[in-house]
């Protein structure tokens, strides 16, 4: 299928973060285009602001931008005027929509949602958790963590439980192996939220070969068996059952996707805990 091209400018005074999500959620909308993508992080002063409107008189094409600095942002407007490159504030209608209700005007204060706060810390600290009990290790301190994920190799373990302590989610993930038990400090526990991750067989089974070729590996293993992937699956569904533990199939969901449904179960499964506690 032919594509059609444009260039995309998301100009920031932060870390474009913000720019870069909400741009690619609405280009997806879009089949058969795709932008070239000029991001200008951190741009807070009127020379960081010119290397992004001499690239824009260049290459014209949207501009999304998040600049708190009146002035910045009414220079940047000029430059899109004088290049025919539609502009949009991409904070603004939030801004003004918060004053309305609010009643009270807004402080320009460039990055301040990444400042060093509690929140930020507490990220920080769930990342840690998460990347020292990835695949099974430390299962002694299971008790400590927010959320347990347990599923057959290759069902997103390792990508959803770092999505998910970037949200300040205590992560750990333990792999479902045939002929090896789950681990016994999973019984009794009662602060973390343990889920169970599931994927079609087919689905499993063409990670995997794609993950041995990568790896340059045998192809003629049980790992790649599509009945013996089934038993893994079928058995890992009988343990979820077994033990009430809520479960998500992957197999159609995208890692963000996957993490949502996990936050929804996590915040019914503490208000739980706090009633029964």
């Given at each position: 299928?032919?594509?059609?091209?444009?260039?995309?400018?998301?100009?920031?005074?932060?870390?474009?973060?913000?720019?870069?999500?909400?741009?690619?959620?609405?280009?997806?909308?879009?089949?058969?285009?795709?932008?070239?993508?000029?991001?200008?992080?951190?741009?807070?002063?009127?020379?960081?602001?010119?290397?992004?409107?001499?690239?824009?008189?260049?290459?014209?094409?949207?501009?999304?931008?998040?600049?708190v600095d009146a002035e910045l942002s009414t220079e940047l407007?000029?430059?899109?005027?004088?290049?025919?490159?539609?502009?949009?504030?991409?904070?603004?209608?939030?801004?003004?929509?918060?004053?309305?209700?609010?009643?009270?005007?807004?402080?320009?204060?460039?990055?301040?949602?990444?400042?060093?706060?509690?929140?930020?810390?507490?990220?920080?600290?769930?990342?840690?958790?998460?990347?020292?009990?990835?695949?099974?290790?430390?299962?002694?301190?299971?008790?400590?963590?927010?959320?347990?994920?347990?599923?057959?190799?290759?069902?997103?373990?390792?990508?959803?439980?770092?999505?998910?302590?970037?949200?300040?989610?205590?992560?750990?993930?333990?792999?479902?192996?045939?002929?090896?038990?789950?681990?016994?400090?999973?019984?009794?526990?009662?602060?973390?939220?343990?889920?169970?991750l599931l994927a079609s067989p087919e689905r499993i089974v063409?990670?995997?070969?794609?993950?041995?070729?990568?790896?340059?590996?045998?192809?003629?293993?049980?790992?790649?068996?599509?009945?013996?992937?089934?038993?893994?699956?079928?058995?890992?569904?009988?343990?979820?059952?077994?033990?009430?533990?809520?479960?998500?199939?992957?197999?159609?969901?995208?890692?963000?996707?996957?993490?949502?449904?996990?936050?929804?179960?996590?915040?019914?499964?503490?208000?739980?805990?706090?009633?029964?506690?």
């Amino acid at each position: 299928m032919n594509r059609n091209y444009f260039h995309l400018h998301l100009v920031s005074d932060a870390t474009g973060e913000t720019l870069i999500a909400v741009s690619r959620a609405v280009t997806a909308q879009f089949q058969g285009v795709s932008a070239i993508e000029h991001v200008y992080p951190l741009i807070r002063n009127r020379t960081q602001l010119d290397r992004a409107m001499s690239e824009l008189s260049i290459s014209p094409g949207i501009v999304l931008y998040t600049l708190v600095d009146a002035e910045l942002s009414t220079e940047l407007e000029r430059v899109c005027a004088e290049t025919g490159s539609p502009a949009l504030n991409v904070l603004q209608p939030v801004l003004n929509l918060f004053q309305s209700y609010l009643g009270t005007a807004s402080t320009s204060r460039p990055g301040a949602q990444h400042m060093l706060n509690a929140e930020y810390f507490k990220r920080i600290d769930a990342l840690n958790f998460t990347m020292v009990h990835d695949d099974g290790q430390l299962p002694e301190n299971l008790e400590d963590a927010d959320v347990i994920l347990l599923g057959v190799s290759r069902t997103s373990k390792t990508p959803t439980s770092i999505y998910l302590a970037n949200r300040g989610i205590k992560t750990a993930n333990i792999p479902l192996v045939p002929g090896v038990p789950v681990p016994t400090a999973l019984e009794g526990l009662r602060h973390p939220l343990v889920v169970g991750l599931l994927a079609s067989p087919e689905r499993i089974v063409q990670i995997r070969q794609n993950r041995l070729l990568t790896l340059n590996a045998d192809q003629e293993t049980p790992y790649v068996d599509r009945m013996a992937v089934a038993e893994e699956i079928a058995h890992s569904k009988r343990l979820f059952q077994q033990r009430g533990w809520p479960v998500i199939d992957v197999t159609r969901r995208s890692i963000e996707e996957t993490a949502a449904a996990i936050i929804d179960f996590y915040r019914e499964h503490r208000l739980k805990f706090i009633a029964e506690s």
